[in-house]
């Protein structure tokens, strides 16, 4: 699972926050999840984003 920092983002002219990360770690053969958090917000806010988004993660089949 792969997390941005405080102020981080997803894309900004055209730079991926990860670069070529997640890419790289899947063709190694790993899952990749990429969190999506305010990156605005709180520690504490960004952090009961990530616990929703890591059970709808550990949900899955």
Not at 7 to 23: A, H, K, Q, S, W
Not at 26 to 55: K, M, S
Request: glycine share 6%; proline share 5%.
């Amino acid at each position: 699972m792969l997390v941005h920092s405080f102020t981080g983002f997803e894309n900004v002219l055209g730079v991926d926050y990860f670069c070529r990360i997640p890419e790289a770690l899947r063709r190694e053969g790993a899952t990749v999840d990429i969190a999506r958090v305010n990156p605005a917000q709180t520690t504490e806010f960004r952090g009961e984003e990530l616990v929703q988004q890591l059970q709808q993660w550990a949900a899955r089949p």
